[in-house]
């Protein structure tokens, strides 16, 4: 499993003003699944977004850290959630010495990554769609 630093914000029901987080995630070896904070998403090709949540169906927008300028959406607002771990790493990544407070709110996240329920989860999909052919 690859452990990398990400930005990921909620679409379902917010537009570009949804809960937002900077933390670490664990990915699948072929990327194609992300797992953050209890969830597991999976690639997507929505409107506004680029993952969706396997278990229920919210749609998001997962990416890597920008170093410029704010992940948020131009249109966005709301303070972003950054891992108290992170913070260093993020601060190193865009240059600066300390986080715009106004932007940001440190908060304290668990390694939550649930693989295996995840996984029981899609093997059960796929044995109700063999169920049908």
Known sequence: ???DLMYIELKTGYSDDGPAWIGYVKTSKSKKTI???NHAFQKYNGNYSN???IENGDEYWISGLKKKESNRHWDGHGKIMIDRRAVNEYLSLIGERELPL???EVTDMEDS???ERV???L???ITSTDNFE
Do not use: C, G
């Open 1 to 3: 499993m690859i452990h």
């Open 35 to 37: 797992y953050f904070n």
């Open 123 to 125: 093997n059960q999909k």
């Open 102 to 104: 106004n932007l940001f």
């Open 119 to 121: 996984n029981r989860v």
């Open 51 to 53: 993952y969706i949540d």
């Open 113 to 115: 990554f649930p693989i």
